[in-house]
């Protein structure tokens, strides 16, 4: 055996044999050796760099466009992986440096606006500055989808404004991608397209793409092939590949598709009309009638109509009253006569009506003008105004003002002239307090449009300018301490799992009064004059397991014997973090019932005995009030990332 001495001499082995050794070291190596020994997954970004900085060997191994850094990139961030074609060549540290630095923008974005927001509903002029970053637009998507990755408990408060700025962003990008639509030529526009748009854009963070819905359509449409073979092996439809232009000629033939469609669609594969649940609107977006199988006439039109014509049958869609259908030519195309066509019910499993038994289905007669075919354009028209009202039916909580300000959007993305709602519009932002100028740049639009509503116009005016000057001088939060003599009778605090005695439902307290402040017809119109206590006990604001938020008497609560999380909208808001059986208020809630956390520990320990005294004195000196807020733990576990050098 032969091992180099000092200096690298040879000595005599054991054989007595001189022999001269080399002394070998790592950089020796062949660079394509040393690129897959600095690829080990146990290697970080930090120790690349290192590495590279020890000497000009490794150094010029480690270069940006080479393995090892592309190997870093890829391992760091999986999901912006689509975005490269393969074995793409660029510079690898660039884009390193590049997502590392936007990753730590968008956290700091993220963070601030917890402070700033805590008391407004949170809009697109807040996220401005997200855009004015600069930085590519998947590298600020993919580090707030790592955000809402991250452990699901914990770091609440950055995952409810990571949430609604990703919401935010791609709604901007689907908005642009339909006025692109619009743009194109009528004969061009899809219908199915353009229900994807209106899909994508009220369920900016579903999954849904063009692609994804054709590819499920191909299916059907092979369904309906293989039926139509059956039948008629010879048809023509067969032979007709995806993305083929093909038009059937012949009446038998296009009935003997209408035939194999109905029998697929409703027999095989049981859509339906959803007669139970009408104004629910998932039955409008395309995705969920798919996944669901039922949808509400004009989703099961779109639906019908997309896939006769994949299969050669050219059917148009009619915007008739209440009831939206499809219409079949009979005879001769470009016909104007009502009496020529066939009207296709596709909420009704497809049946065949004449024109007459078409105004019997809505129980009136209409004019000639309500069988015509419309243009894409007017599909979406329909389709956005069915979410718009029920929008408006909606219960008036988070979840159908969303609904309500995504269709206006749509709406008057296509319609930008349409009075009436602009002016629901800026009523709208009006009354959730919102968007001040944008209310008065809606006004001034239907002022120029609609001189005649200068009364409304006026009134609006008048009061959001009211609002943007008390923008300017905000009021301090009040601030309520448990030791306060006025407050000796409130029982329950901040962040404790509840039950509502009489109503059985869940809830989490982010709030209190000492006594109930709600109007005199509130109270009245709760019966609150019929509880033990009437009015004078305290009252708390509470995030209910159903996504609503109520105002419940300290007489109808009771602690949780079993407390689970709350799956509300908006338990980020206050909360930063659930542990185990109550949520941590974040540094904002904090600031505003500085005295409810340590009371909270205090109840927990008492409640439900999961705390030894040992642990009990650690998790309280974790969670007290100074060191508990959600927007202070986010922060600190930015300032904790590993730094990128450069």
């Not at 490794?58 to 870093?72: A, E, F, P, S």
């Not at 369920?203 to 092939?225: C, F, M, R, W, Y």
């Not at 982010?510 to 033990?532: A, F, N």
Request: aromatic share 8%; charged share 25%.
């Amino acid at each position: 055996m032969a091992t180099s001495g000092a200096g690298g001499e040879g000595y005599s082995g054991l054989n007595g044999i001189v022999s001269e050794t080399e002394h070998k070291i790592m950089t020796d190596l062949p660079a394509e050796l040393l690129e897959y020994i600095l690829c080990f997954p146990v290697l970080k970004h930090v120790d690349i760099c290192n590495v590279s900085c020890s000497c000009k060997r490794l150094h010029d191994v480690c270069h940006g466009r080479g393995k090892v850094w592309g190997h870093q990139y890829k391992l760091r961030w999986p999901r912006l992986q689509k975005h490269y074609r393969q074995n793409e060549c660029c510079d690898w540290l660039k884009e390193y440096r590049t997502r590392h630095t936007v990753g730590l923008q968008i956290r700091r974005t993220v963070v601030s606006i917890s402070k700033r927001f805590f008391t407004e509903v949170v809009l697109g002029d807040s996220f401005a500055e997200i855009e004015s970053l600069g930085a590519p637009e998947h590298f600020c998507e993919d580090e707030l989808l790592s955000i809402l990755n991250s452990d699901r408990r914990k770091s609440l408060t950055l995952k409810y404004y990571a949430k609604k700025i990703l919401y935010f962003l791609r709604q901007q990008n689907i908005l642009r991608s339909l006025k692109m639509f619009l743009e194109q030529p009528a004969e061009q526009q899809s219908a199915l397209e353009g229900a994807v748009l209106v899909d994508q854009y009220c369920n900016p963070l579903a999954d849904v793409s063009l692609d994804g819905i054709s590819s499920q359509l191909e299916e059907i449409t092979d369904k309906v092939k293989k039926m139509l073979r059956m039948k008629n092996s010879s048809h023509p439809s067969l032979r007709v590949t995806q993305g083929d232009c093909f038009a059937v000629e012949d009446f038998e033939l296009e009935r003997q598709v209408v035939v194999a469609l109905n029998a697929v669609l409703y027999e095989q594969l049981q859509y339906k009309g959803n007669e139970c649940d009408y104004y629910n609107p998932l039955n409008s977006y395309i995705h969920q009638v798919l996944l669901r199988r039922t949808g509400i006439p004009i989703s099961l039109s779109v639906l019908y109509m997309t896939l006769a014509r994949k299969l050669g049958v050219q059917l148009e869609p009619v915007n008739f009253p209440n009831h939206f259908l499809l219409r079949w030519c009979q005879h001769q195309r470009g016909s104007g006569d009502i009496y020529d066509f066939v009207y296709i019910d596709a909420f009704g499993k497809g049946k065949q009506l004449t024109a007459k038994e078409c105004e019997y289905l809505i129980g009136h007669q209409v004019t000639a003008d309500y069988y015509s075919a419309i243009s894409t354009t007017e599909v979406l028209l329909r389709m956005v105004g069915n979410l718009l009202n029920i929008g408006k039916r909606g219960e008036g909580n988070e979840k159908s003002y969303q609904l309500l300000r995504d269709s206006l959007d749509l709406y008057l993305t296509i319609n930008p002239d349409n009075v009436q709602y602009l002016l629901l519009q800026a009523r709208l932002y009006f009354h959730l307090g919102i968007w001040p100028e944008k209310v008065l740049d809606i006004l001034q639009h239907i002022q120029a449009l609609d001189p005649s509503q200068h009364g409304a116009v006026g009134y609006l005016v008048q009061h959001t300018l009211e609002h943007i000057q008390h923008k300017k001088h905000p009021v301090e939060p009040e601030v309520k301490r448990r030791s306060a003599s006025e407050h000796v009778e409130v029982q329950y605090s901040v962040g404790l799992i509840m039950k509502h005695k009489r109503s059985g439902y869940n809830c989490v307290i982010y709030g209190w009064d000492p006594k109930c402040t709600m109007s005199q017809e509130w109270i009245t119109t709760m019966r609150v004059h019929q509880l033990s206590s009437g009015a004078n006990q305290p009252f708390y604001n509470v995030l209910v397991q159903d996504g609503t938020c109520r105002y419940a008497a300290q007489e109808n609560l009771e602690p949780h014997s079993a407390p689970l999380e709350i799956a509300h909208p908006e338990v980020g808001r206050y909360f930063s973090e659930f542990h185990d059986s109550h949520y941590v208020a974040n540094e904002e809630l904090q600031t505003r019932y500085p005295e409810d956390m340590a009371e909270t520990l205090g109840t927990v320990r008492d409640l439900y005995h999961r705390l030894t005294p040992s642990s009990g004195q650690a998790s309280e000196q974790q969670e007290s009030p100074k060191g508990t807020g959600g927007s202070s733990q986010d922060q600190k576990s930015q300032e904790n990332q590993e730094a990128m050098p450069m």
